[in-house]
């Protein structure tokens, strides 16, 4: 099992997800081992604003039964202007139902575990749930900088794609023999356009293709490219090469073998290759290395190592991806897409997520740490010690 397919799994919902093709979706892969606990809580309800150190309730969730969701706020709407910059430089993380953005002074409390998170331009997309026998679908709220917290009311097994740089969110249905694209302002859950949409797709686990969103474009991953739709118009603009995962950001997307190239959406422009920093294990072989776009657009991070996961989620160890031998002190490697500049930073796989501006962010224990992209400069600060491990927002799969 590849590190990527277990993320995959790890996306998809409480449905089995179908075995996978590894080939088409990698060149080459590792084993892993891997077992993480998943528990889920559904949960509906309308948006609440949490007064500072007050608990709501909000509604009860699905087909099981009935459930809360308490949600406080350690900072008041009047906060937000000072709440939204800290989130734009230094991310969101979550431990357990707590979810902090970037300053550990600015928390909200929802009640529920907290999953994984995605960025918009003024919070995150919480996918949350608390069900131990997995057989519920994940459900996923707006959690914003005023401490506003909205039931998003998403049908199961998709992932939403999120734009960093506005209030939108898009995720993708079934509908009769073919899809619809869904766009949602995140903050009020208003729908802002509804697109039918058919195109050949069967490589991953999903009942509907993988989606990202960045700007007037949605990016679509279904079989042989990566189809960029107008989600204003509903036009198929364009397509990237490579059925993949979308990475996306500030206009751009990752595209090519091993999303190692970065286009530009409306021409096509391709902006900037890191298809240098792949190996293979002998010479005429295909090349190996998984990339990533920040959710600005504005840098793309390189990894050309391998992780191997203990059962209790920790890294074992890491492995060169070409020759398979322990690499004692791996890197990333981080460029910048306009101008060509490099630079590498320690870490692997599991190391860094991103900030809605396009720095790095990593966690080491109760330590968050952001890394400026162009320097490599770093600072660090402390997150009030907890049972449970500390989850990134700004990672490719989420956390």
Known sequence: MTDLLEQIRDHANAEPVPELDVARIMLRGRRVRRRRAVVRRGITGIVVTAVAGTAIVVGTGHDSAPTRLDVSTSFSAGDVDLVSAAYRTGGAYSRGDTLWFSDPTYSVDVGTTIQMMLYTADGVVAGVSNNEAGDVKRDYVYVGTDGSVRDLKLPGKIVPGTDAQADRFAYLTTKDAGYEIHVVEASTGRELAKRDYDAKYTWAGW??????????????????????????????????????????????????????????????????????LAVSSEPGEPGWASNTLSPDGRFVETINTFVEIDDDGSVRKVLDAALDEVVGEPVVYVTDVDTGRRITLPGHARTYGWTPDGRLMRVDGTKVTTCDAITGECASHAVPDGPGKIRMAGRYLGS
Do not use: C, F, H
């Not at 989606?211 to 007037?216: A, C, E, F």
């Open 207 to 276: 009942d509907v293709p993988p989606i990202g969103l960045t700007g007037d474009y949605v990016v679509i991953g279904v079989d042989g490219a990566q189809q960029v739709i107008d989600w204003r118009t509903g036009e198929r603009v364009e397509d990237l090469p490579v059925g993949q995962l979308p990475s996306t950001g500030g206009g751009r997307a990752l595209g090519n073998d091993l999303g190692a190239v970065t286009y530009r959406l409306g021409d096509s422009k391709a902006l900037r290759s890191t298809d240098d």
